[in-house]
C-alpha cells in the first residue's frame, strides 16, 4: 500500500507540480541510472495522423517531464524512459513488420496507435513475447478478449460511450425519437452505433431508421439524400445520432445546419475534432453534442497543466484528447514500472515485463489527464466519460458520466 501511495504522490502531485511551473529543469545523472526501452508506434500520416500523432506529441512530452525530474525512482536506481518511435503512415501492413523490427526486441513495453485494427495488427506480436501493450486510444471493447491479459486500454470502450451518449440524449435531451445515420467503413462506428441503439431502445427511445454510408474513398459520402429521407420522416426525428469521425463528422454538420435542420446531433467521440469545430455553416454551430474522454474543456488541475506544458513544447494547444491520452499511456506505464520495482526494491529487476503487467492491472485510482484510471478485469479503465457541447464554437462540458 504504501509503494502505491507514493507512486501516486510521484506521478500525480509533483508531475502537475512541474507542468504547472512549465519549467524544463535539466536533471543531473542519478547514482544508478538506468535506461529502460518503450516502443512507440504511431501514424503521421495518411487517414489516421489526426489520432495518431497528437498522442506521439503527448507520451513524447511525458517521457521528456519524467526524465527531466531525473527519471522514475525506483530503490537505489533512477529509470530514463526511452521512447523507441516507429511511424507507420497509416499502412496496417507497416504495424506488423513494426511490432517484429529489430530495434523493439530490448522493450519492456509497448504503446501505440488509436485505431482497433492497428492495434490487433501490431500488439499480439508484442504480447506474445511476453511484453505488455498499451493502447492509448483504441475503444473496441473486444480486444482484451483477443489479445489477453497482457493488453490494457487507457481509453473506455466503445461500448461505454455509446451507453453515455444514450443516457444523455434520452434523459437530458429529453429527446424520444430519432435517426441514425452510420458510417461502415470502422469497427469503431459501427460498434459505438450498435451499443447506442441498444441503450437508447431499453431506455424507451425508439429508433425511427438508421441509413448507413461508407468513408475513405477519394470521394466524400452522398449525404443528400440521407437529407432528403430525414425531412421527409413522420414522425419527425426530435435529434440524429451519427456514428463518423473527422472529415464526414464535419460535413455532416455542415449539410444539416446549412439545410436547415436544427434538431439535436449527437455522436461519440468521432466529433471529438477540429474538423467539427471549423465546419463552414450559415451560423455558428450548436446543438450538437458527444461523449469523449474527460479532457477537451476542463479545468482539473491535471488538465491545466497539461495544455500549459503542451503549448511550451509545441507552440499551438493539443489538437485533441489523443494528445492526452498519449501522455496518460506514458505516466501510467511509469507508474507500473515503479510499483513492479517496488516489490524488490533492494535489487529492482526494472526489465521484468511481468511484474510490469501485473502491475498495470493493479492500477487503480490514478489520477490522470483524462480521468482516474482503475483497470477492470478486461483491462479498460473504469472512468467518467464527459459529454461535450459544442456552442458558438466553444466546447462546453456539460454532462459527467460515469460507468
Sequence with gaps: MLAKVTAKVIYGVVLVLVLAL??????????????VKVALLYNSSGPMAS????????????????????????????????????????????????AVDEKNKEVVAAIGYGDSAFVMSAASLFINKGIPYITPGATLPTLFQTLGDRFFMVAYGDDAQGQAI????????????????????????????????????????????????????????????????LKATEPK?????????????????????????????VSADGFDSPFVEKAETVKPIKNVYFATHSFRGETRSEVTAFISAYKKEYGSEPANAYAALGFDAVNILADAIK????????????????????ALSETKDFKVVTGTISMRQNMTPGKSIAIVEIKDGKYTVVHTWRP
Excluded: C
Excluded at 536533471?27 to 535506461?35: S, V
Excluded at 463518423?244 to 439535436?264: M, Q, T
Excluded at 510499483?339 to 511481468?354: C, E, F, M, W
Design 22 to 35: 512549465g519549467q524544463a529543469v535539466s536533471a543531473e545523472p542519478k547514482q544508478g541510472q538506468q535506461t
Design 51 to 98: 489520432i495518431d500523432d497528437p498522442a506521439y506529441k503527448g507520451a513524447v512530452l511525458a517521457a521528456k517531464l519524467i526524465n527531466v525530474q531525473g527519471g522514475i525512482a525506483v530503490g537505489p536506481k533512477h529509470i530514463t524512459l526511452e521512447l523507441i518511435p516507429t511511424d507507420t503512415a497509416s499502412n496496417i501492413a507497416k504495424a506488423s513488420s513494426a
Design 166 to 229: 444514450a443516457d444523455y440524449t434520452y434523459q437530458t435531451l429529453n429527446t424520444k425519437k430519432i435517426a441514425m445515420w452510420v458510417d461502415t467503413s470502422m469497427a469503431f462506428t459501427l460498434t459505438v452505433s450498435d451499443s447506442f441503439k441498444q441503450r437508447f431502445t431499453e431506455l424507451g427511445g425508439t429508433i425511427l431508421y438508421a441509413d448507413l454510408f461508407t468513408s475513405g474513398s477519394s470521394t466524400p459520402p452522398d449525404f443528400s439524400k440521407l437529407i432528403e429521407r
Design 237 to 265: 426525428p426530435e435529434a440524429i445520432f451519427i456514428a463518423a469521425i473527422d472529415e464526414e463528422a464535419a460535413l455532416s454538420v455542415k449539410l444539416l445546419r446549412n439545410g436547415g435542420i436544427d434538431i439535436p446531433i
Design 339 to 358: 510499483r513492479a520495482g517496488q516489490r524488490n526494491s533492494d535489487v529492482p529487476d526494472v526489465l521484468d515485463t511481468s511484474a510490469i503487467s501485473k
